[in-house]
């Protein structure tokens, strides 16, 4: 098919941009010491407990409770389980237009919001570290923002296992061979210790190409970005002195 050989005509030059482009290996580390997340997830034990980071600095709102969330799972030895819980919320807010409203209309009483979490992380068998979190957000007016707070912490739980999400885009599905070869390319720059992920994206809009993304990394081979490009060079005036 003429759109399977763009893919692989471009796969090539990706292969070779990626290349040119090591990666730092350095990454920095950001312990949260919010006190309301103290407070909120402060043990019971008395015992002094090691020091725990998360293994990316995020930043904003959703960055900070995700942050805090990925801290106390950590403690409570349920990463896992609390990741799979957060991301069978969302996925059922997506199924439900009341829920996915209730969730974000602010004039919802704070004590209504914490009530109907209370009742659906107990229907759901949630564990007690989801329900309290959720609660939390209920409480402050946060719950608007869960969609945005689970990607983050998915991110967490990602570089906890020493995950890396490539995500690539294509008009249509690549083919397993050159999957492969993007993966490998991809775990070859990354380096030893990292697990790449990579997960695909169909998008007819770039029109044929592929566009590449990892770790706030861009690679944008797409056709529509060569149009535009070419577009604007022709738009350029030209010099007819240099000529």
């Known amino acids: 098919m003429a759109l399977a050989g763009r893919i692989r005509s471009g796969l090539p030059l990706l292969t070779k941009a990626l290349r040119s482009d090591p990666l730092s290996a350095h990454r920095s580390a950001l312990t949260l010491t919010n006190s309301e997340f103290s407070r909120n997830y402060a043990t019971t034990t008395g015992q002094k407990e090691e020091k725990i980071k998360v293994p990316l600095a ?8 995700a942050s805090a969330l990925y801290l106390a799972a950590v403690k409570g030895n349920a990463l896992d389980k609390v990741e799979s819980e957060l991301l069978d919320l969302v996925e059922a807010s997506k199924r439900s237009p009341t829920f996915a409203q209730f969730t974000k209309d602010l ?90 992920k990579l997960e695909q994206k169909i998008d007819p809009a770039i029109l044929g190409g592929l566009v590449v993304e990892f770790e706030l990394k861009v690679f944008d081979m797409s056709i529509k970005t060569r149009a535009r490009q070419m577009e604007r060079f022709l738009r350029e005036p030209i010099n007819i002195g240099a000529l």
């Not at 995020?58 to 409770?65: A, E, P």
Request: no cysteine; charged share 30%.
């Open 107 to 196: 004039s919802v009483p704070a004590d209504t919001r914490v009530k109907a979490l209370q009742e659906i992380s107990a229907e759901a068998k949630f564990s007690d570290l989801t329900k309290n979190f959720l609660v939390l957000l209920a409480e402050n007016g946060r719950l608007r923002h869960i969609d945005s707070i689970a990607k983050r912490f998915v991110d967490l739980t990602m570089a906890h296992k020493g995950e890396v999400k490539a995500v690539v885009t294509t008009v249509i599905p690549l083919p397993p061979e050159e999957e492969k070869e993007l993966k490998e390319t991809l775990q070859e720059i990354i380096g030893k210790g990292k697990k790449v």
């Open 58 to 65: 995020l930043f904003g709102g959703s960055g900070n409770y």
